[in-house]
């Protein structure tokens, strides 16, 4: 038996990781959404769990425009750090968990998810970003192992809101049963409100980003009977990441305690969200391992 002890909901935004990589978490023009990290992170350095597992999408730099799954998982020994064009981030690379991925990858498949599968991947700001949110100074190597799944959000047709998040539920009892594990963090990535090109580039959308952030906590069914259309009316053509929100979501028990959210605009074009959640049962939640 393993345990889904927290779930992080976090944007990816590339200019927060190149803040964080050129130490302006100070700067005026950064300390604001910073600040609203502060506490999170805290929180998170007294809960390391044995392994993470972060739900993502690249943005054409691993994996090639050309072939891109609907649903993927990595199942690598370690993945690179992707050159996005201007040299790689200063920060390590990600040692994988590849017995948890084959445990996972079966579990899904058998319960109908037909997962494609990475054995080689470099990952991108999509998954790079996530973990500086969470981990900003990581020194020689990240604070525990990582799993990428991966989730076509660039390419039409995305996969609808609802199938993300029955993919959540799988993917918590895929965790649930396993025997090699025993505390198992979710991020979910991506978002919130943004569109980076087109007639309505730099659209954001403070008033559904905000309604996203309780309806992730209270109702997730909400968010999971929009439609794709929906999510890019209302959070632009990028905003539709926030579906991969939704597969940390159903991976999280139906009743979760809020630790602390976060909401800043602009972080480059883009609102800025975070959310953690707290997945014990009230009688441990104070816990810190
Ligand atoms: C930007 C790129 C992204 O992939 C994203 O999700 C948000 C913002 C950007 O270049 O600003
Ligand atoms: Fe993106």
């Known amino acids: 038996m393993s345990e889904v002890v927290w779930g992080l909901g976090t944007s990816h935004v590339p200019s927060i990781g190149a803040a964080i990589d050129r130490g302006l978490d100070a700067d005026p023009r950064w300390e604001p959404l910073f600040e609203g990290y502060r506490p999170a992170r805290q929180w998170l350095a007294e809960r390391t769990p044995d392994v993470a597992i972060l739900v993502y999408n690249d943005h054409a730099n691993g994996v090639d425009l050309d072939i891109v799954p609907t649903f993927a998982i990595g199942a690598a020994e370690r993945y690179q750090v992707a050159d996005e064009g201007f040299g790689r981030r200063p920060v390590p690379d990600i040692e994988g968990d590849p017995d948890l991925s084959f445990h996972l990858l ?19 700001h999509g998954f790079t970003v996530p973990l500086s949110v969470w981990t900003p100074e990581p020194g020689e190597s990240w604070p525990c ?29 895929a ?19 943004h569109q980076l090109a087109g007639a309505r580039a730099g659209f954001v959308n403070p008033a559904f980003d905000r309604m996203f952030l309780d309806a992730i906590e209270n109702d ?17 053509s990028e905003g539709i990441e926030l579906i991969m929100w939704l597969i940390m979501r159903g991976a999280l028990n139906e009743r979760i305690r809020k630790v602390h959210s976060a909401y800043h605009v602009p972080a480059s074009n883009t609102a800025a969200g975070l959310a953690l959640f707290d997945n014990r049962p009230a009688d441990r939640a104070d816990q810190t391992s």
């Open 145 to 173: 192992r990582v799993i990428p799944i991966l989730v076509n959000v660039i390419r039409y047709p995305q996969p609808t809101a609802a199938r993300c998040y029955a993919l959540g539920k799988a993917l918590g009892r």
């Open 220 to 236: 997730p069914e909400k968010l999971a009977a929009l439609s794709r259309e929906d999510y890019i009316r209302e959070a632009g």
């Open 175 to 193: 965790i649930a049963s396993y025997d090699g594990a025993k505390t198992v963090g979710v991020l979910g990535t991506g978002g919130m409100s």
């Open 106 to 124: 079966q579990s899904l498949v058998d319960d109908g998810f037909d997962m494609t599968v990475f054995s080689e991947l470099d990952v991108d």
